[in-house]
């Protein structure tokens, strides 16, 4: 048995060396051709607008800030900050609403369960499957008719209901790890529930808390058709803000490049930090 | 473990479980479920009942006194209009064609990062960027950067390798679907090879180890132990991405407006109501797409619980 173990992988390893670093060749170039978009965007918007759009492509033009100044609103134009502080507001403050109201709800379901509770969580599951889409009429007519409508706390009401069954499934599969036995042996010490929670779960369960926070966050902030719907001058948001390039004007490229590399900044940012959980968030839990 | 928390609850409390503080009992165990399910339910929910019962009227918005029951006659428009009818095939075809080619490229993906090499993670996060971009901005992003015909990336490269002569396609007005497609192809890629990843490295390592000492080939490896294995990633990735790609509106919103046939459901639906203000037909449009997505639904539902309880059992 031993000798099969030592001998078998010696033979093919000359060759099995040389065709793993082939794949890992592979792997570098295919990882370079699916991010060259984003840095080709990336050097675009530090172009000029003319050396942007030239053709063929001048990779090697001045560098400047320009299209950053434009997007800015410091040349004229629309400011894209009152937007920014609008996605902040909505993704922020309904991300916060969504762990407040999942967090009990997950505990419902892991620590200490309901009947049936798996039934219940496949309830939640199902509701996310259902498109949004078909909900959208209603959704504006009932704003319109509540003075809802362009106002930012309308998205914040439905991202939090938008975003709730996957941060329950989340919550409560990160929930489920804490070992009950050490729930057990806390409260037998006599530990009341709160200290039980703050002592002894949350330690445990904190960085996928926080990993379904920066989900919750990024489906928030990358929202459009209902900000699009509901909101219009006042309640803009990011996204929509974006809208505004979607017809070609003139030499813009840089700009719509900068606009929307600083808008994918903060989606990049909470993606990058959540990169270990990001499959379980969303598969919907189903894959760890 | 459902049964086992009244009774252990009855031993901590050292009393026969009378009937009344067992009820009590239950209500408090439920009760911090109910302000996310309530919340959920009112928000979510209830207007799809809305819905339905506004499909089944003739309204249209322009026009608010003239409001009138119609029974299925929307849905009848709906299913004859050539406008609509093409809305649901582009969005089988979309979704279809993208779920596909991502699944496969997503496959490719995870069986190279699967092997050990240098600068893995750095690759890996390589591959997850591009689903890290606001869906609108890649979409703005392929729209002007890649497709544009004048000066997009595309054209320029095929400038700069066939000088002058080169072919200078316009991509998306020759070919919208395809624009369209090859946009969300690339956003939904890393997502699959997510998925795949996940499931190779949820392999057994000693299995194939057995094989390879019993001479397996690589080939045999990967048909006998590893797809297998895999099977139930593929269809939760199949699922899922459907899930998510029959509701995309932003890369059909941002690269064609709907036009040249690449509207989808989602897209009709919206300018349906918000264009057209027909408010019957929009809704009847919807509920359409939700029966669509229902059935999805159960076979996703059913893949999910099927990995979950071989999790929880784990």
């Known amino acids: ?288 | 473990m459902t049964l086992t928390t009244p009774a252990r609850a009855a031993a901590v409390s050292g009393r026969p479980a009378a009937r009344r503080p067992n009820r009590m009992r239950a209500w408090a165990t439920r009760a911090p479920l109910l302000p996310a399910l309530v919340f959920m339910i009112v928000v979510t929910q209830l207007p799809f009942v809305a819905t339905l019962v506004l499909s089944f009227l003739d309204w249209n918005a322009l026009y608010p006194d003239d409001r009138r029951f119609a029974g299925f006659a929307n849905y009848g428009e709906v299913l004859s209009s050539p406008d609509l009818r093409g809305s649901v095939w582009t969005t089988i075809l979309l979704t279809v064609t993208v779920v596909l080619v991502s699944l496969l490229l997503g496959l490719l993906l995870a069986l190279l990062l699967d092997r050990r090499f240098r600068g893995r993670a750095a690759v890996r996060t390589l591959l997850i960027a591009p689903f890290l971009l606001v869906p609108i901005a890649a979409a703005l992003m392929w729209k002007h950067l890649l497709f544009n015909p004048e000066y997009g990336l595309f054209n320029g490269i095929l400038h700069a390798i066939g000088g002058d002569g080169a072919v200078q396609p316009d991509w998306i007005s020759e070919m919208p679907l395809l624009a369209v497609e090859a946009a969300l192809i690339w956003q939904w890629t890393p997502f699959m090879m997510l998925i795949l990843l996940a499931g190779l490295q949820s392999r057994d390592p000693q299995l194939v180890e057995a094989a390879r000492m019993d001479g397996a080939s690589d080939w045999q490896v990967f048909a006998h132990i590893t797809l297998p294995h895999l099977r139930r990633y593929l269809e939760l990735g199949v699922l899922l991405g459907s899930v998510y790609i029959v509701q995309n509106f932003d890369a059909v919103f941002t690269l064609t407006s709907g036009g040249l046939g690449t509207a989808n459901l989602p897209y009709t639906i919206y300018q349906t109501f918000y264009q057209a203000h027909e408010n019957g037909l929009a809704s009847a449009a919807g509920v359409i797409v939700v029966i669509g997505s229902i059935i999805l639904a159960t076979f996703a539902l059913r893949v999910v619980s099927s990995l979950f309880r071989e999790e929880v059992s784990r």
């Open chain 1, 1 to 288: 048995m031993a000798t099969v173990a030592t001998t078998a992988p010696r033979q093919s390893r000359p060759h099995g060396r040389f065709r793993g670093a082939a794949l890992g060749v592979v792997a570098w170039l295919a990882g370079l051709v699916f991010v060259l978009p984003i840095l080709w965007m990336v050097l675009t918007s530090f172009h000029s607008e003319a050396d942007a759009a030239t053709n063929p492509p001048s990779v090697a033009a001045a560098l400047t800030l320009d299209g950053y100044r434009e997007f800015f609103g410091l040349t004229g134009g629309a400011s894209p900050w009152p937007s920014l502080i609008n996605s902040m507001t909505a993704s922020l403050v309904s991300t916060l609403l969504t762990l407040l109201l999942a967090l009990p709800a997950a505990y419902a379901l892991s620590i200490r369960p309901v009947k049936k509770w798996t039934d219940v969580l496949f309830f939640f599951l199902s509701t996310k499957m259902l498109p949004l889409v078909a909900a959208l009429l209603p959704i504006y007519l009932f704003a319109k008719n509540t003075g809802l409508l362009d106002n930012i706390w309308a998205l914040v009401i439905l991202y939090t209901a938008m975003n709730l069954p996957i941060a329950v499934w989340m919550m409560q599969s990160f929930l489920s790890e804490v070992p009950v036995a050490i729930i057990e042996a806390a409260r037998i010490d006599g530990a009341r529930l709160p200290t039980v929670l703050g002592r002894v779960v949350a330690p445990i369960a904190l960085p996928g808390i926080a990993a379904t926070a920066l989900i919750c966050f990024i489906f928030s902030w990358n929202e459009l058709m209902f900000a699009r719907v509901l909101t219009g001058v006042v309640a803009e948001t990011a996204p929509v803000f974006l809208t505004t390039f979607i017809t070609s004007q003139g030499l813009f490229l840089a700009k719509v490049c900068a606009a929307s590399l600083v808008i994918s900044l903060p989606v990049l940012a909470a993606g990058f930090a959540a990169q270990d959980k990001l499959v379980q968030g969303l598969s919907l839990g189903a894959v760890k």
